[in-house]
């Protein structure tokens, strides 16, 4: 068990300093040089759970996608904006969804690789997973009914794409809550049932407040959550 948990811990702070680094420097100027000296770990550590940087890269965008469960809501509409409020929130707060939406728009810095295989990644994903929400809605009745649910994801995702990166421009993500509240009193009504609307809560400190709702364990569990692609290195410490 002492060598499953260091090897946990290892893989945990390998990613989080690649996350940092990837953040800092884009997919295309990081180096596993910087990323060793800001993870304190050995070559060879390094080498054991991650064979390269692209899949470094991939643990990344993995570890952010995994937001872990969230109090059941009475409508899908509803766990759509908290899943819209959660996302805005991390960004501001968790250094691999920062790094991952980072691999996502790297292509677009100075300098950076056109062959980036990440470009749009995180956004696809989030797409998807809006497509899902959408879809259930439709089958409960809570949209409008010339809603197309993918359709209606990809511009969700990249409106929210455009959003997050005017407010990471103008002030480093600060309002990027207060952001995604308006972009989305805005849409909304364009896809749901009106009499659903009065219903919705989407207050800036939305996440916040879900966030507070999760019970202990819960929290514990996600603290995990990224080294599970990791179990097999119990074989070994790192």
Request: with cysteine.
């Amino acid at each position: 068990m002492a060598r499953q948990a260091r090897a946990i811990q290892t893989r945990k702070t390998i990613l989080l300093a690649a996350a940092a680094v990837f953040d800092e420097r884009g997919y295309s100027a990081a180096t596993i040089t910087e990323i060793l000296a800001r993870a304190g770990v050995t070559k060879g550590g390094l080498y054991f759970h991650f064979a390269s940087k692209e899949e470094l890269a991939l643990g990344v965008i993995a570890a952010q996608l995994e937001v872990g469960p969230l109090p059941p809501q009475r409508t899908k509409m509803q766990e759509l904006i908290d899943q819209g409020l959660l996302f805005a929130h991390q960004l501001r707060h968790d250094p691999l969804t920062r790094a991952s939406v980072g691999l996502a728009m790297d292509q677009w810095g100075e300098g950076a690789e056109r062959s980036n295989p990440f470009h749009g990644t995180p956004f696809q994903s989030w797409a998807n997973r809006l497509t899902q929400l959408l879809v259930e809605a439709r089958e409960r009745g809570e949209l409008l009914p010339h809603v197309d649910p993918a359709e209606t994801a990809d511009l969700l995702a990249g409106a929210f794409t455009g959003v997050q990166w005017m407010s990471q421009i103008l002030c480093e993500r600060a309002d990027l809550s207060e952001r995604v509240t308006v972009l989305l009193r805005h849409l909304l009504p364009s896809i749901t049932l009106p009499q659903l609307m009065p219903t919705l809560d989407l207050a800036p400190d939305r996440a916040e407040r879900l966030l507070a709702q999760r019970p202990v364990e819960v929290e514990e569990v996600m603290e995990e959550g990224m080294d599970d692609e990791g179990d097999d290195d119990a074989r070994i410490s790192a």
